[in-house]
């Protein structure tokens, strides 16, 4: 009889110690779940669907949890902030139309220097000039990088280079640096104008440049021209930047802007930029550049030394 109590005590005494264990575990959150080793953390998902029960987390955990998630998804949007900021610089153009440069991206200009006898790279020698070649991006009047422009280089013949020089050198104690836009210009390039004007249907670039012109006109009315003065080396594209913002001088109306608020005398404009264009004018003027009435931008030096040739090689 005592065998048989001594026996039941034990029984009773090892159950309790089991139901105390169980207990504490549970209280402690340390019952463990088998799951299938090869689940991932859309299992949770799959519980959700499947109205399968997910084991409750404690609050320490959880919290602990969520700290974590926050921590990682501020580092990634901090590093993501870091790589955006160094990949990518907003830039605008002298006209304000916002550009984007991947430095990551950014093709590096190597200049192939087989250039015909007398032709010159203006960056070379006007050494604060700054450069914003159009006519190699697709921000012109035919919305697309023009026939011959391999590269966004100013050349020209080295006359031309060597008045511009003195001119910047005029306007430097104004607080003025040059800002060019296009030299010399390939015969290919022009011909690609001729074509384009006949395309009546391609007028997406209409608003931005000729947005009182029929394009078709456009080479009838002086704008364009089938022997481009350009082709000769000698013939320049520019405005007036101040030195300190680089921010480009109102002159009343944007470069290209094939219209007649572009001609030099009109009356559209105000007494502040017309007295502007003046100042580029008179500069340019006492070096020994010929205005264009239609286009106070265009200036070609008079005493060119190419007069009837018109070259057609690549700008490289």
Not at 83 to 90: K, Y
Not at 220 to 243: E, F, M, N
């Amino acid at each position: 009889m005592k065998t048989t109590y001594y026996i039941k005590l034990f029984v009773m005494i090892g159950l309790s110690v089991i139901v105390v264990s169980c207990s504490a575990t549970k209280e402690r959150g340390d019952i463990s779940i088998p799951m299938d080793p090869t689940s991932t953390i859309t299992d949770v998902a799959t519980h959700e669907e499947t109205n399968e029960s997910v084991p409750p987390q404690s609050e320490e955990e959880s919290s602990g949890e969520g700290e974590t998630n926050q921590e990682e998804i501020e580092l990634h949007d901090q590093l993501e902030s870091e790589t955006e900021s160094e990949g990518v610089i907003d830039t605008e153009n002298s006209d304000g139309e916002k550009l984007e440069e991947d430095n990551a991206t950014s093709e590096v200009i190597v200049k192939q220097g087989d250039l015909p006898k007398g032709f010159v790279y203006l960056d070379e020698v006007i050494p604060t000039a700054q450069f914003e070649m159009r006519y190699y991006s697709d921000y012109n009047f035919v919305g697309t990088r023009i026939d011959g422009y391999l590269a966004p280089l100013a050349i020209g013949t080295s006359e031309m280079a060597d008045a511009l020089l003195k001119v910047s050198n005029e306007i430097e104690p104004m607080g003025y640096q040059l800002l060019i836009y296009d030299t010399y210009r390939p015969a290919k390039a022009v011909q690609q104008f001729l074509a384009w004007s006949k395309d009546t249907d391609d007028i997406i670039m209409k608003d931005d440049f000729y947005p009182n012109m029929e394009k078709a006109k456009l080479f009838k009315s002086g704008y364009l021209s089938s022997k481009s003065g350009h082709s000769r080396g000698s013939t320049v594209d520019l405005t007036l930047i101040a030195a300190d913002t680089k921010q480009a001088v109102d002159m009343g109306s944007p470069y290209d802007l094939l219209d007649e608020i572009s001609h030099f005398s009109t009356k559209q404009i105000t007494d502040a930029q017309a007295a502007n264009r003046q100042i580029l004018q008179d500069v340019m003027v006492k070096f020994g550049f010929k205005p264009y009435s239609k286009e106070w931008w265009h200036y070609v030096l008079q005493n060119e030394p190419y007069p009837s040739t018109y070259y057609d090689f690549d700008i490289q």
